[in-house]
């Protein structure tokens, strides 16, 4: 019932503000200002009251966030600032145009210097916020590509556990979790190792080609290694045995 009468006072505001321009328009009035003002402020309305049905819909659906305000993704309300901005600059770049295009620039410079002054204003003002909003948004996604995987690999088993030194495993499976995004596999003996190709992951499994070193000796045990693309890596010992 709350939704509803929330939808139903943003329409009469809305519609207040359309009627008073009308009355405005349809009068003749010449107060220029009077007018930009209210085009801003009902521009400024409808896209107050298009985030408030964007809100309900995300609600309805159960995607909302009550961390976030209006329970809208991250962002949302920075995005709609920036965007009134944007409708603000048009609007008053569209008044300046009208204003000025009929102006004698011998008789009127200093109006045309301080429509200049103001559109510049208000463009800088335009790409500022957005350069700030969408470059931290940038920076955030590098950011947490960049960090460490909150979990390290874990290897819990492997198959073939033994095979015979040059040996070539078209198959060799390792189970555990955390491995989606591990990209190397090795087996490691003191200052030997052995790396593996054709790596595949998934959450709990990787499948790649590894080859056994010829240098090897029957009845040593390696270590198998699970490097993650951040570079975290486990090291599980003895987990091989050459024979």
């Known amino acids: 019932m709350k939704v509803w009468l929330s939808v139903v006072a943003a329409f009469i505001v809305i519609a207040a503000v359309v009627g008073g321009l009308t009355v405005l328009i349809t009068n003749n009035v ?3 200002e009077v007018i930009i003002g209210i085009v801003v402020i009902l521009g400024v309305s409808v896209l107050i009251f298009l985030m408030f049905i964007l809100a309900i819909g995300f609600d309805a659906l159960k995607m909302t966030d009550p961390k976030q305000p209006l329970g809208l ?9 920036a965007l009134m901005l944007i409708v603000i600059w048009v609007i008053l770049s569209v008044f300046l145009f009208t204003g000025t295009v009929t102006l004698d620039a011998t008789k009127n410079a200093e109006s045309l210097r301080l ?9 800088t003002l335009v790409v500022a916020v957005s350069a700030f909003y969408f470059g931290s948004r940038s920076v955030e996604t590098a950011r947490k590509a960049l960090a460490p995987s909150a979990s390290p690999p874990v290897i819990d088993s ?15 499976v390792i189970k555990g979790k955390n491995l989606q995004s591990s990209v190397a596999v090795k087996l490691v003996k ?12 998934n ?17 040593e045990t390696w270590d198998v290694v ?18």
């Open 30 to 32: 010449k107060e220029v």
């Open 190 to 201: 003191d200052s030997g190792a052995a790396a593996a190709t054709e790596v595949l992951s």
């Open 73 to 81: 993704p991250a962002g949302s309300v920075r995005a709609m600032i």
């Open 226 to 243: 699970v490097v993650n693309g951040d570079g975290v890596s486990t090291l599980l010992k003895g987990m091989f045995t050459v024979g």
């Open 203 to 219: 959450d709990t499994k990787i499948q790649c080609t590894i080859q056994v070193p010829g240098t090897a000796k029957s009845g």
């Open 158 to 172: 492997i198959d073939p556990t033994k095979e015979p030194p040059g040996q070539l495993i078209p198959n060799f």
């Open 115 to 123: 429509a200049q002054q103001l559109y510049t204003t208000m463009s």
